[in-house]
């Protein structure tokens, strides 16, 4: 695939970046392009940040109950009979 650069100043430009970067000219011309669009796309969507009671919300939504009710605090917390972890 070609590129062909018609300003002599662009030419220039390009051949000096390469130059100073060791890099051939397809490689300035590739790495400064990406690098400006790296600089112009925004880095993450612009979304609104959910409020504290939207996200309880969603919680809320989930309907979630407890899985082992049957256990004492202790059993949770994964504490023995003498209190200390298995």
């Known amino acids: 695939m070609a ?3 018609n300003d ?3 030419e220039r430009t ?3 970046l ?3 970067t060791g890099e051939s000219m397809t490689e ?12 112009l796309r925004p880095s993450r969507p612009n979304r609104p940040r959910p409020s504290a009671e ?10 979630l109950t407890p899985v082992n009710t049957d256990l004492t605090e202790d059993e949770i917390l994964g504490h ?3 209190g200390i972890p298995d």
């Open 28 to 39: 300035a011309i590739g790495t400064a392009a990406a690098e400006r669009l790296a600089r």
């Open 80 to 82: 023995g009979p003498d």
């Open 3 to 5: 590129l062909h650069i």
């Open 54 to 63: 939207e996200i309880m919300e969603l919680v809320r939504s989930y309907k």
């Open 8 to 10: 002599e100043a662009v």
């Open 14 to 16: 390009v051949r000096e």
């Open 18 to 20: 390469a130059g100073v």
